[in-house]
């Protein structure tokens, strides 16, 4: 044994320089790239992917364009990482279906494999014989992408002409040697314009009143009458709800109802009925809850949501990116006409979309989670709170003779919604410490703080929550889920302490604050672990602590729940029992009415969660992340200018604030179109969904720009554009066809 022993030891001593033994590792030498990588990539690479031709647009006779990448969104060269370069992954043949060079007498020696890799390990050095000015991004040229004109309307003099409308149309009409058809009859064009604003048909009255109507200004007050009519926003929602796929069940094999789907549907139909301004009617949409109207962010959520998830982790993450590409695909559509869509898996075939700026977009909408979320009162709901709070007040004293005993002045607290109302203070930090509980402990499901309608606790808007304790080994009960906006048993915090513990939220900022809702499961399923002595107090600065609410004035918890003080009529005049009693009848009609008002509005608009980091996905896969993305928009049209670990909220809300700018060269063309395919059955741009390559041309260019630029000049008004195209004389023909007009060319462009 100890012979072994002494042999191994010799074994590991024998000196390194002794015969058969290897060299150490040389460092690699300098690739140097003209001499070396550049005649390689002439030779094997420039045919297919060189000057002339770029198949999938992967170019390498240029160091930007490989550092971009092609059709696949992976960058051929990452500087200093070649296993990353998916140029290295290509000619090694990693994929044996996309090995390249395609023709096997083409291939790369593994010599030539080592030397293109110590290259890119090296840094990839590339000099480059290009100026400045040429390294830049290509322009985008394409005509969408290029900021609305304002032209001047053809100086064109004829009877037939009512506004600038007609003056484009008339003219391209003239250029094709054509004229325009006959006015409509009044019948006729009553029960078009009936039809085309409100989707309902002319009475006979409305039809005769019309046709009797000798005033010069008979269509134009028809018109205004019907785009003042009611019907008008639910005309208009039928569009844009089909446009948004809006839906009131969640599709797939369970396609559950939403009962709470419909708040989105009446806000569509409102804002049409007000003309509320597009580019504020497009932010609300996706960032109301910011905005006072936190019932218009269910546009992104309206579509589709698979609700019976995989057991397999993968697939679970695959629903999830069908449920984030829904939002971003729709949000391109409906407002910029982009199919943003196609660059999910990889650069977007036809327009300067790459798969990077998908993902940022995937990177705003990271934290948006379909389901139900509460949302505030209305401006009216809360000034009748006001008056019935005062009105009871009175009856209160009314009926204090008739007490039996003094007991406090608010109802005992419950499971479903306790509100907690108070003179406006400055508050940074809030702290819910509970004192007792009816059972073990204590639970929130959510706690709500409000600075004037808004709710200033989520987490996404920058909030963040610390607890004393909080029940180990439970996920569905945890300190963020007490302000994540989303309710029930299933997003709660539990104290780790029997009958005790405290809750802190810290606003991202401080703000007058006036009201705080809590919860121990708005879902009603559960009423244990109740908070029935607690104490909430604010701060400004830590640990300066003033209270502004408590248990101290409610009615003290009883099992049945809300309890109300005890009335002893027995002992009073006969001359005024009628008057008490009727004093608390009304009390209890009041208390009835607030509590309705009161009750958690709830509304299918989405939750919104913290975002995580958001990463490349090579062809789409969830299981093949590539570099962290940040929230941006579309590179070749604008930079967001957002942190990485912006909130939420702010990344929605830089988005709307980015599409609905008025220099943004889509939004308005896109809008107006879809107001004249609505009139006359196509757009200038017959595919109005599609403003991009693989689109068609507007027949109408200047036309489009000058309806595009009234939009933004009329503060975004619809109506406005609408009276427009309905007053026009382009609007108003008769649509019977001329036989002569059929037979010449191009007609069917021009005859609406």
């Not at 134009?220 to 009519?229: D, T």
């Not at 963040?464 to 709660?492: M, Q, W």
């Not at 005024?576 to 009848?585: I, N, T």
Request: proline share 8%.
């Amino acid at each position: 044994m100890k012979a072994r022993t002494f042999l191994i030891v010799v074994l590991f001593a024998w000196p390194h320089n002794a015969a058969g033994d290897q060299p150490p590792p040389q460092p690699a030498q300098p690739v140097e790239f003209t001499s070396q990588i550049l005649p390689l990539l002439q030779t094997k690479c420039w045919d297919c992917h060189g000057p002339e031709t770029q198949e999938s647009h992967l170019r390498l006779d240029r160091r930007e364009a490989a550092l971009q990448g092609g059709n696949s969104g992976e960058p051929a060269l990452v500087p200093g990482k070649a296993n990353l370069s998916h140029l290295i992954q290509l000619v090694r043949g990693e994929d044996p279906q996309r090995r390249m060079p395609p023709d096997k007498s083409d291939r790369l020696t593994a010599a030539e494999i080592q030397l293109l890799t110590e290259w890119i390990d090296q840094g990839a050095d590339w000099p480059s014989n290009r100026s400045a000015q040429e390294q830049r991004r290509e322009p985008v040229n394409h005509w969408s992408f290029q900021p609305p004109q304002s032209p001047i309307p053809p100086a064109i003099n004829d009877p037939w002409v009512v506004n600038e409308i007609d003056r484009f149309v008339l003219q391209g009409l003239r250029a094709r040697s054509l004229e325009p058809n006959p006015p409509a009859s009044r019948a006729e064009l009553a029960r078009r314009l009936s039809l085309d604003i409100l989707g309902l048909p002319s009475s006979p009255e409305s039809i005769q009143s019309f046709q009797s109507d000798s005033n010069p200004r008979a269509t134009q007050l028809l018109i205004e009458r019907l785009l003042a009519s009611p019907h008008f926003g639910e005309r208009q929602a039928s569009y844009w709800l089909d446009l948004v796929r809006f839906a009131e069940t969640n599709g797939y094999e369970t396609n559950r109802e939403r009962p709470q789907a419909w708040p989105y549907r009446d806000f569509v139909i409102r804002s049409f009925n007000e003309d509320k301004p597009y580019d504020r009617f497009v932010k609300e949409q996706l960032a109301g809850d910011a905005m006072g109207a936190p019932e218009a962010t269910a546009f992104l959520v309206a579509g589709p949501y698979d609700l019976v998830k995989s057991p397999d982790i993968n697939l679970t993450r695959m629903q999830r990116q069908n449920e984030l590409d829904d939002m971003i695909a729709t949000t391109g559509t409906a407002f910029l006409g982009l199919t943003i869509g196609c660059a999910r898996c990889h650069n977007h075939k036809f327009d300067p979309i790459r798969q990077t700026d998908y993902y940022a977009w995937q990177a705003i909408f990271a934290g948006v989670q379909h389901g139900d979320r509460t949302i505030s009162l209305t401006k009216e709901a809360e000034q009748e709170i006001a008056r019935l709070v005062e009105r009871q007040a009175s009856l209160r004293e009314a009926l204090r003779p008739f007490l039996k005993r003094p007991l406090a002045s608010r109802p005992s607290v419950n499971a479903r919604d306790n509100e907690e109302r108070f003179a406006s203070v400055p508050a940074r930090f809030i702290r819910f410490t509970v004192l007792a509980t009816n059972s073990s402990e204590p639970c929130l499901d959510e706690i709500e703080i409000f600075s004037d309608s808004t709710n200033v606790a989520l987490a996404s808007v920058g909030a963040k929550a610390t607890c004393s304790s909080a029940l180990p080994g439970h996920a569905i009960h945890r300190i963020e889920h007490v302000h994540d906006g989303r309710f029930g048993n299933s997003y709660s915090w539990i104290s780790n302490e029997q009958g005790r513990g405290w809750i802190q939220i810290e606003l991202a900022k401080t703000a007058p604050i006036q009201r705080i809702r809590w919860s121990r499961d708005r879902e009603g399923l559960y009423s244990d672990r109740i908070a029935t002595e607690y104490r909430i107090e604010a701060a400004v600065e830590p640990n300066q602590w003033f209270t502004v609410a408590s248990s101290a004035d409610r009615v003290p918890w009883s099992n049945g729940g809300r309890t109300e003080p005890e009335y002893d009529f027995a002992a009073a005049p006969p001359s005024e029992v009628k008057q008490g009693r009727d004093a608390l009848d009304e009390f209890r009609r009041i208390e009835q009415r607030k509590l309705a008002l009161q009750a958690s509005t709830t509304v299918y608009a989405g939750t919104f969660q913290p975002p995580g980091p958001t990463h490349r996905l090579f062809r789409g896969d969830p299981a093949a992340q590539r570099e962290i993305v940040s929230p941006d928009t579309l590179s070749a049209l604008g930079k967001l200018s957002l942190a990485g670990d912006s909130t939420e909220q702010t990344r929605r809300a830089a988005l709307a604030d980015w599409i609905a700018a008025p220099n943004n060269p889509l939004t308005a063309r896109v809008i107006v179109n879809r107001i004249w395919q609505q009139h006359f059955g196509t757009g200038i741009v017959a595919t109005a969904s599609d403003f991009g390559a693989a689109g068609t041309r507007p027949t109408h260019p200047e036309l489009l720009d000058w309806l595009a630029s009234q939009l933004i000049q009329h503060r975004w008004s619809l109506k406005h554009i609408h009276r427009l195209i309905l007053n026009s004389a382009t609007y108003q023909p008769s649509s019977r066809p001329r036989p002569a007009a059929l037979s010449a060319e191009g007609a069917t462009t021009w005859l609406w």
